[in-house]
């Protein structure tokens, strides 16, 4: 694709002063967890010793009160997403399964993510972390499913996990970014739609655009759990500073009621800006590892979701993105939410990646390209000048690193009487571009 280059757009964008920006530190008290191996290790156990073979068709009493056979396989459902100390967490359900005298096996459970292939989903854990040789443990990517029926509809499950004698799930608890229940991302999604691979996740979001994603996704959880031996998960909540906050084992009676508490708590801890509405918003990096939608929809104010409104708060007249990640490796899913961009974005997004989460979703606008510019320069000066009438001394504007790091920030002066208490101011900068990309002086 062909874009225009600078001088043209120079032609068309006038130069201007940027604000001054204010370095903020902003960390209220949030709860962590002092130990995440004994504590992941504590609930892993807990979690299996509470499993009796469950209610599913294939539970068997005949191989004692797990009805799991001995040496028997236990699939884990790993995904996709930048969850802080998800290696030792997933190391010590490992460890448990073994202690048992059980086989663990490692199924990704990211519905389409990596590209919906399998080396694609391998690579996406690795980016994680998560390898076989750190695991020291097998992974099964393969993207075949089985169909399960439910009143005429079905379900897709991973095959690899389905071959399993049994299936546990481990993942973060947190708000979604596409819809609002008594659960949202978490366990109960992981089994309905992760697990679900490209089919399943295809077919849940198409039918959860016309009758809500909460009861189809209820619905498909209780089909797996009728038909498969689901022994549960563990749920992880992340403070503000995405550290672990806390791991509740789950069991599979237990969901998804169950992730409601656990949802408010999430909620309570999750890391937001502490602005009800702003003139341009600048985000330095989008990408899967920060969210499913590249930023957190939460954070910036903005599903575009048919048939879904928009959070009450934040407003945002202007959403500007200068980058991706490095552990996305071009995926790119969610640059439509923004307003602006650079040609250097646009040019290392990987649309076979993006379009396969898009087509699975329905979220096609997330995935639709906004204006590109050739230079952050001309990307923010777009941003800020296209809202009314442009006041350096006036603009609200907040510069963040991407949406889940929002300990410290920048902002415009114009926004200092707006901090709440907790907030502390630490500096004073200057922006600069050099070359088009942009430079933070301090200034005394």
Known sequence: MEFPDSEIIDGVLDSIRFPRFLDVRYDPETPQCEDVDARARTEADRLLDSYDGGDSDRADGDHGDSGIPEGGTIAIGLGSRGITDILPVARATIEAVRARGFEPVIVPAMGSHGGATPEGQVETLAGLGLTEENLECAIDPRMETIELRSEGESVHFAQAAREADAVLAVNRIKPHTNFEGHFESG??????????????????????????????????????????????????????????????????????????????????????LPFSSLDALIVERIGKDVSGTGVDTNVIGRYRVLNAEDPASPEIDRICVLGLTEATHGNGMGIGLADVTTTLVANAIDFEQVYANALTSSSLAKASLPVALPTDEQAVTAALTSVGTYDPEKSEVAWIRDSSHLSSFRISEALADRLPAEAEIVGRSELTFEDGEPNFESIE
């Open 187 to 272: 366990l109960t999604k992981m089994f309905a739609v992760g697990l679900g691979k490209q089919a399943g996740a295809r077919a849940i979001h198409e039918r959860a655009l016309t009758e809500g994603y909460v009861p189809v996704i209820a619905e498909a959880l209780e089909t797996i759990q009728r038909e498969i031996p689901v022994i549960g998960g563990l749920a992880i909540i992340e403070n503000r500073r995405e550290e672990i906050a806390t791991i509740e084992a789950l069991a599979s009676r237990d969901l998804p009621d169950g992730e409601q508490v656990l949802l408010d708590r999430a909620r309570e801890y999750m890391p937001t």
